[in-house]
């Protein structure tokens, strides 16, 4: 007879093992974090190989070291010269085939730029500049151009701007009209290389656009050239292209809404020197209108008190004449939800600059205020000898004035119905903590400015805030001394524009009358005040760098 001990141990071994076996396996989990894939796919071979001479093939084979997915492959992969019949792009796995539908013309360099087409599946890579290359015939075009983009306004290096060529002789069929043969993209330094090119004269230019369509097409895009055409026989190196927003010839509003709170919003496409507004039907209503317009010009709000209208045609008046006229329909007993909020000017940290007095800005019109509902506290006590001041200038502001403390606490309450709006609306109850800055957190700048000689223009001297707003504007047309009393101890920056014009503005370029954006310079050095500190800043203006 058995002995039953190993028969039941082998038995429940047998179980023992499979059970491990299961809830080993049921463990295993998916790898979790670990450093995020950054590259995008690598070629492995193409068929023919880039840089063949004497290409006689139909179709292109180009294998991949992993899965990839094409995007907008007929707008973003283009083939120079240009076929009538575009080229067929087709997946197999980690290949791209591409099928030529068109007769190739003999002795001609061909370059099959695929801009932006190819990213890999998980993390969307991008190959960006990638170019395959070929020559039906023995010889294979290797001129090339290279240099920088920049922003004219920033002075900073711009990437993803596509630096394109037209040869001169289509220049003017092409511009604005067809997407060049001949592009690339600029790296993270604002830097780019044209390869391949043929000996011809060429245009450059360089676009950073909203659509990907690589045409200069929209008013929001910023464009650059260089002012003469570039002859191509050797390579070519240190182009610089500066961007610009180019002003439209001809100006329209843009946008045009009444905003869910009622106010009717229109932004221009380009800024109005001496704008203003007139409302001409209702014609009652115009009289009653408050407009208000961006610092910038190119934007406008209109409140009106009386609402009960169905719908408003409106002119837009430069320096008063007429440029434009808007029609704007709504529902003549539309309800819109207002409230009325306050800001304060008061700094990050609720600080209020010494020897100031405090605004109080509505997000609509003030019409009056109730003095019993405003509580100014001082250390927890009430303060009664305060004034109110209404800006003549900005019907939303008023200014609290008080003899303020350096070492008090203060609380402004705005209790309900302390401030009505030209709506009738009353504001709810808001409370505002805030302290005094110390005067000895603010400094004077002394800025020593030095301009190029015999240069005949005059500069215009911006200072601006470590967030880039424009504190104060300065011009200037000889060597001078700038002095900025009483400001934060942050970092500022100092920008330079040529007013080559003398018109106290910057004016931008315009690519159909070749003319280039007046010059802007950014000073690299930034200029950090220090408390209770007076600086004194040299400011060398350098002479002006022009494009060829």
Known sequence: ????????????????????????????????????????????????????????????????????????????IVISPAQEKQPEYKTDKKSLIIQFKDTLLKNTTYVINFGKAIADVNESNVLKNYTYVFSTGSHIDSLSLSGNVINSTTGLKEKDATVFL??????????????????????????????????????????????????????????????NPIKVDKDSSNIL??????????????????????????????????????????????????????????????????????????????????????????????????????????????????????PITGNFPLESYDAAQIVLLEDSIPITNFTLTKD?????????????????????????????????????????PFTIDKPENYSQLTLKVSVPADTGKTYIIELLDDIKNVLRTDVVSKNTSLVYKNYATIKYTVRVTYDTNHNGRWDSGNVKRRAQPETIWVSPKEIVLRANWEAEEPLEIPKEQTNP
């Open 241 to 358: 292209l500066k961007l610009f927003k180019q002003v439209p010839d001809n100006f329209r509003v843009a946008e045009k809404k009444f905003t869910l709170d009622g106010k009717l919003s229109m932004i221009f496409n380009r800024p109005v020197q001496k704008p203003s507004i007139k409302i001409l039907y209702p014609a009652a209503l115009d009289n009653q209108k408050i407009v208000e317009f961006t610092r910038t010009k190119d934007t406008a709000v209109i409140y009106m008190r009386n609402m009960a209208f169905d719908s408003l045609s409106v002119a837009i008046l430069d320096n008063n004449k007429p440029i434009d006229t808007i029609y704007q329909n709504k529902s003549k007993n539309e309800k819109f939800d207002r409230t009325l909020n306050f800001s304060f000017g008061v700094n990050r940290d609720n600080k209020l600059k010494p020897g100031t007095d405090l």
């Open 1 to 76: 007879m058995l002995n039953p001990k190993p028969v039941f141990f082998s038995k429940n071994f047998f179980l023992f093992v499979v059970v491990l076996l299961f809830c080993g396996c049921a463990a295993q989990q998916k790898p979790q974090g670990g450093p995020r894939d950054l590259t995008p796919p690598k070629i492995l071979k193409a068929t023919p190989e880039d840089q063949t001479r004497n290409f006689k093939a139909k179709e292109i084979r180009i294998d991949f070291d992993e899965y990839f997915r094409l995007t907008n492959q007929y707008q973003e």
């Open 166 to 227: 037209f040869p001169l002789s289509q220049d003017s069929l092409l511009f604005g009209k067809k997407k060049p043969g001949i592009f690339t993209t600029t790296d993270t330094a604002g830097n780019f290389s044209l390869n391949n090119l043929r000996e011809d004269t060429y245009r450059i230019y360089a676009l950073k656009e909203n659509s990907p369509d690589k045409i200069f097409n929209n008013d929001n895009d910023l464009i650059a050239f260089t002012k």
């Open 392 to 432: 003549t200038a900005n019907l939303r502001k008023y200014y609290m004035k008080y003899r303020w403390r350096v070492n008090s606490k203060y609380q402004l309450s705005l209790n309900d119905g302390a401030f009505t709006d030209i709506y009738g609306d009353k504001n709810k109850k808001f409370y505002k």
